[in-house]
């Protein structure tokens, strides 16, 4: 009677340390009877990871908020499978496994009933918690090959990718209800910082608009030069991002503006602008470096009439390029010694290397663009050495 007692004590004390191990995380190594896990999803996540790893399908007999019951896939195997709430809380334990499976599925086929779009998504969900990480569909199939032996096929994994994104930053049309509260933040933690946000007639987001404090108090330290760029936002609800930079003392990038709007048209461009405007107002000898985005043109021309506006040397070059279909390094070294050219001697020995290669090339450059929008020696303000937009579209890499 003494040894059964302690026997039974051993068994007791064994399933309850057991059973205080509460399982958080779905990939465990074993499922056996005894475990706990921290509530319904967590256990159907880990049966099913079992079940791809070890290639034992298996089909839902009863599912309910009180137990769980799984059978064999096979009708003439006689495994089952059974799980059930455990006391008063979320938790679920394992009560009863039967049997041992019999049969097996051709995991080639990439038709594993467990290998759903949702459980790969759970287990891929990690790999976009750095919104810098690239996670493509076909490195989730070859990572599910690697991981658990099972094929999937491209589209699947296309799903259980956009449902992990949705899993690890949340859904993308959520956050936009929290654009005011991140702007409230900014600035009670960024004195100074101003911001704007719009919205449309039925209240749903257009424009959005910051400047930080500290650049707002740096501008005063950086060369008179406002250079600004676009480029293409590349989730699923598009927009562009409209960038201001300038260059401080010592020649590094300074951020001054952001915004994020539609696109690049002559409203988002000029409101874009005149926010620039209210932030930074004018300097003695203040230019504005783009590239030749009409929209733009347009928008400084209405906002800044007053100041000059430069452009930028490298897309100007691409644009002869293209027009005169003529490149070659001798283009790019007429090009850029005409506009770094600081008298006209200089300027003219450029031009002239221009015109021998195309005589169009200076008709275009002079009279179409303006030898005062891409030159130093004519343009109207200094320029020192912000000849290009590089500035903003540095800020624009990922």
């Known amino acids: 009677m003494a040894d059964y007692v302690i026997e039974q004590t051993q068994i007791s004390m064994e399933e309850s340390s057991e059973e205080n191990q509460i399982i958080l995380n779905p990939q465990v190594a074993e499922i056996h009877i005894g475990q706990v896990f921290a509530n319904k999803e967590t256990l159907q996540q880990a049966v099913s990871l079992h079940s791809i790893r070890y290639n034992q399908p298996f089909k839902v007999k009863r599912s309910s908020k009180l137990d769980y019951k799984l059978v064999c896939i096979d009708d003439n195997c006689n495994w ?70 099972v ?14 994104i949705v899993d690890a930053r949340r859904c993308p049309q959520e956050s936009y209800s929290e654009i005011p509260s991140i702007l409230y933040m900014m600035q009670i933690s960024n004195p100074g910082t101003i911001t704007d946000l719009v919205t449309d007639e039925d209240n749903k987001f257009k424009y959005l608009y910051f400047a930080v ?14 250079v600004t760029d676009g480029t293409f936002l590349t989730n699923q609800h598009g927009g562009t991002l409209l960038i201001a930079s300038a260059q401080n003392a010592n020649r590094h990038i300074f951020p001054l503006a952001f915004a994020v709007v539609d696109s690049e048209n002559d409203s988002s461009w000029e409101w874009f602008l005149h926010k620039i405007k209210e932030t930074y107002g004018e300097r003695e000898g203040q230019c504005i470096v783009s590239d030749r985005h009409e929209s733009i043109l347009k928008a400084v021309k209405e906002t800044f009439p007053d100041i000059m506006h430069g452009v930028c040397c490298y897309h100007l070059m691409k644009n002869i390029k293209m027009k005169f279909k003529k490149g070659g390094d001798e283009l790019k070294i007429a090009f850029n010694s005409a506009s770094k050219a600081y008298n006209i001697e200089d300027f003219e020995k450029s031009m002239q290397d221009l015109d021998n290669i195309d005589v169009r090339i200076r008709d275009y450059l002079v009279n179409e663009i303006g030898v005062e929008k891409w030159t130093r020696l004519y343009g109207m303000n200094r320029r020192y050495k912000t000849m290009t937009s590089n500035i903003a579209e540095s800020l624009m890499q990922p």
């Open 213 to 226: 404090g500290a650049s707002i108090k740096g501008w005063q330290h950086c060369t008179p030069i406002i």
């Open 151 to 164: 094929s999937i096929s491209y589209q699947k994994a296309w799903r259980a990718r956009e449902k992990a």
């Open 80 to 149: 089952t499978f059974l799980a059930s709430k455990h006391g008063k809380t979320d938790m679920f334990i394992i009560r009863k496994i039967e049997h041992t499976h019999t049969c097996s599925l051709d995991i080639t086929s990439g038709d594993h009933p467990q290998a759903t779009s949702n459980l790969v998504g759970k287990v891929i969900k990690n790999k976009f918690v750095n919104p810098k990480r690239d996670y493509t569909p076909t490195e989730i199939v070859d990572d599910m090959a690697d991981d658990y032996s």
